[in-house]
């Protein structure tokens, strides 16, 4: 037994908690999958960069790619068309200056722009965002509902087959609630089931289909269909789950489900035939970083005659660090604030301290904790203390709850921007807590819905 464990790979897979158990290379203590990758030799593979390949076997590995029947599938597709939703870098990026010229910039990037700011820039940073959330983000409302038309979840007269965890239904519910009460969502009277009748009844503003993005297994959509009597269900997601709510949906009467598995960036929706002029709400729950972007992109931003009729939208907001300047929707915006796009990607990388620990429900209001207080004595002690001559050492002195408190207003100021996008594409739109920060510290939601016309 000995022996054969000394042939295996010595790589260690730290969410599996065991050594790698392919055979290593010879001369080496790894396989090939995990042997040391000289820089040069490796590249992204150009169908799925997600992963790489030695360069001398890329003529090899295109033709054979897993993915390679999935990416030619999607790419006959109507609907397919590739970084439409994706955003670009614009003229601003040249005026303002910026270090950072790739489109993607990761995380170890955003920590490399942070400390090599000098400690007058980072306080004066601090000082900015203190101002501009002061201005903008007063008015984000407790919003925390349990509409009675989701009785049949929280009550958990579901089908048993399908999973039940108290805090998603909670969330779920409260996102419903809140497009309930804008007036984009509609209970059905007769049994939770829309007859034709029905449809007959009610106004211009009805509502016959829901486009989920980031479905995931698309449970935020099944409790939709179940208990607003929707018909039509499109779930966006780029990747394969399993226990999927598919087969309960498609289980329903006179319910038609399409899941389209594309990424967002490249999902054009006014060419999806079947919702051509009909009206839609958009939700999504915790779209990761850009992914809420590229949403807002998806359905706002190219209207005409033949597009669906977007009349709601509600996204829960999440991963704020992994928001990049390219796709976010609302650069004017941050420019206005004389916020340049490098502090916007360190405003990013702020953003993961608000949930780099379990703070839950002790955490104070972020109004409650003056900033501008404590970093004005930081700025004091620097002056004084050679030791804090580095940001890095500044970040380090500063209380967890201070940090956490700065991540949040980063946060509400990253939403506050994609707030005032939706307002001024024709939408009412605001920023509401959906769900304690006890159930899920990202507990923001931007919801939106059509203006209505009886109030002056």
């Not at 486009?211 to 039509?232: H, N, P, S, W």
């Not at 729950?285 to 809420?292: E, M, N, Q, R, V």
């Not at 500063?398 to 990253?414: H, N, S, W």
């Not at 739109?429 to 959906?434: D, R």
């Amino acid at each position: 037994m000995a022996a054969k464990s000394s042939n295996r790979c010595s790589f260690w897979l730290t969410k599996k908690k065991r050594s790698c158990a392919n055979t290593r290379i010879e001369s080496s203590m790894f396989c090939g999958n995990h042997s040391q990758r000289l820089e040069g030799q490796w590249i992204p593979c150009p169908i799925d960069p997600s992963h790489s390949v030695l360069q001398e076997n890329l003529e090899w590995h295109v033709k054979r790619c897993p993915l390679l029947k999935q990416t030619v599938a999607l790419s006959g597709q109507r609907f397919y068309q590739k970084g439409i939703n994706a955003g670009n870098e614009e003229e601003e990026e040249e005026k303002m200056g910026s270090c950072c010229s790739d489109s993607l910039v990761t995380s170890e990037m955003k920590r490399k722009l942070l400390y090599s700011m000098s400690v007058t820039k980072f306080h004066q940073l601090i000082k900015k965002i203190e101002a501009v959330h002061g201005g903008i983000c007063k008015e984000i409302e407790d919003s925390y509902l349990a509409p009675e038309a989701c009785n049949i979840w929280f009550n958990k007269e579901i089908d048993r087959k399908l999973p039940f965890q108290e805090k998603h239904v909670l969330q779920q519910g409260s996102i419903l609630g809140n497009l309930e009460e804008i007036g984009a969502l509609k209970r059905c009277n007769i049994n939770l089931e829309c007859c034709e009748s029905d449809l007959k009844e009610k106004d211009d503003n009805s509502v016959s289909a829901v486009v989920e993005f980031g479905a995931g297994r698309g449970y935020l959509t099944q409790m939709l269909a179940d208990c607003y009597g929707i018909k039509k269900v499109y779930l966006v997601e780029r990747k394969s789950y399993k226990l999927k709510a598919d087969r309960s949906l498609r289980q329903k009467e006179n319910l038609v489900l399409e899941r389209m598995r594309i990424d967002i960036e490249d999902l054009n929706l006014n060419a999806v035939e079947s919702l051509h002029g009909v009206p839609y709400v958009a939700v999504g729950k915790h779209l990761c970083g850009p992914a809420t972007d590229l949403s807002l992109r998806c359905c706002l931003s190219r209207q005409d005659g033949e597009s669906p009729v977007l009349r709601g939208l509600a996204i829960a907001t999440c991963c704020h660090h992994l928001c990049q300047w390219k796709s976010y929707i609302n650069k004017e915006y941050i420019l206005s604030l004389e916020i340049s796009k490098d502090e916007f990607h360190i405003m990013t990388s702020f953003t993961s301290w608000a949930v780099d620990d379990d703070h839950g429900s002790n955490l104070p209001g972020v109004d409650d904790i003056d900033l501008l207080a404590s970093n004005a004595k930081e700025e004091e002690g620097a002056v004084r203390d050679d030791s804090l001559s580095s940001v890095e050492e500044v970040v380090k002195k500063m209380k967890p709850i201070e940090r956490a408190v700065l991540g949040f207003k980063c946060k509400q100021i990253i939403d506050a921007g994609r707030m005032k996008w939706v307002k001024k594409h024709g939408l009412d739109s605001k920023l509401v807590k959906y769900i304690p920060a006890s159930i899920s510290p990202e507990n923001t939601l931007l919801i939106a819905g059509k203006p209505n016309p009886s109030v002056a």
